[in-house]
């Protein structure tokens, strides 16, 4: 291929399809009870066992790419010839973006006849992931490392992302949420919608009471903003925290009300990176429609 695409384990999509599409990936890192580990698509601890820890009071911490670790995996690729467009995580959720771009800076100098192209992807967990998706659809019709990173940077905002979380105990233990607003909200069942916004930040959109009302909810925002409305047929993805059934129940729904999706709902794992601040529980549906405010 004439380059390389590539982005970070926060895409959260499945090895196979990372395989698959020719998407290369670097792994962010994670901590149960103070132990370390790659965040290596469930490779070190699979997603079952990682969800049931937290679920069983273990403490987690994540940490980004640093950019000597940037510089290592670029560095193979440059040696071989070839040039890199990386996407990072929103700089909304993350510094790494900066990170690779230091090493980008640095190794410039080092081979200035290769190329090295850095974009925010302003996404993150399976909606990152969709988009590159999409780019790889681009590289392999033929298109250049300018016109895929041209095209990343004027669409990266139309893909939707909207969360429901069903348990709020992780957003009080990591201080997102008071103790008192936490035990209103399970008490009354209160489940929050929230998205991403164009500057690449989850914002709290509407507290619902249910959870089948919440998942309803997803449905009926990508009916309001999916491209095309009901004729929508783009891909579509979901990502959950030991929470499949659920996820499955409203792919379901989705493929009931829009007839010409292409190909059926995606359902992945929320990474461990992302998963550490969310806890089990959590739903999130990535779509391509309007753009994102």
């Given at each position: 291929m004439s380059f390389i695409l590539s982005c970070e384990s926060t895409a959260d999509l499945s090895q196979e399809h990372f395989d698959a599409r020719g998407i290369h990936y670097v792994p962010f890192h994670f901590a149960i009870n103070g132990k370390q580990y790659l965040d290596d698509l469930g490779q070190s601890i699979p997603f079952d066992q990682f969800y049931a820890e937290m679920a069983n009071g273990a403490k987690t911490e994540t940490s980004q790419v640093n950019v000597d670790e940037f510089i290592q995996y670029f560095t193979p690729f440059l040696e071989a010839g070839q040039d890199i467009l990386h996407v990072s995580l929103s700089?909304?959720?993350?510094?790494?973006?900066?990170?690779?771009?230091?090493?980008?800076?640095?190794?410039?100098?080092?081979?200035?006849?290769?190329?090295?192209?850095?974009?925010?992807?302003?996404?993150?967990?399976?909606?990152?992931?969709?988009?590159?998706?999409?780019?790889?659809?681009?590289?392999?019709a033929g298109q250049t490392i300018d016109d895929v990173q041209g095209?990343?940077?004027?669409?990266?905002?139309?893909?939707?992302?909207?969360?429901?979380?069903?348990?709020?105990?992780?957003?009080?233990?990591?201080?997102?949420?008071?103790?008192?607003?936490?035990?209103?909200?399970?008490?009354?069942?209160i489940v929050p919608l929230l998205d991403m916004d164009n500057t690449g930040h989850l914002t709290p959109r509407k507290k619902l009471r249910g959870k089948k009302m919440a998942e309803k909810a997803l449905v009926d925002q990508m009916t309001d903003h999916a491209e095309k409305g009901l004729a929508y047929d783009g891909k579509c993805y979901i990502s959950q925290s030991a929470f499949y059934d659920d996820a499955k129940n409203v792919a379901d729904m989705i493929e009931d009300r829009f007839k010409q999706l292409n190909g059926p709902v995606e359902i992945n794992h929320i990474g461990t990176t992302i998963g550490s601040h969310t806890g089990p529980g959590t739903i999130a549906l990535f779509f391509w429609g309007d753009k994102r405010e």
């Open positions: 700089s909304g959720l993350s510094g790494v973006s900066n990170s690779a771009m230091v090493a980008k800076k640095q190794l410039d100098a080092k081979y200035p006849d290769r190329k090295i192209e850095i974009v925010d992807s302003l996404a993150a967990s399976s909606g990152y992931g969709l988009l590159m998706d999409k780019l790889a659809d681009l590289r392999d095209w990343a940077e004027a669409n990266k905002l139309r893909v939707h992302h909207w969360f429901i979380s069903t348990d709020l105990s992780y957003y009080v233990r990591l201080g997102r949420l008071s103790k008192v607003s936490g035990w209103f909200g399970t008490q009354f069942h």
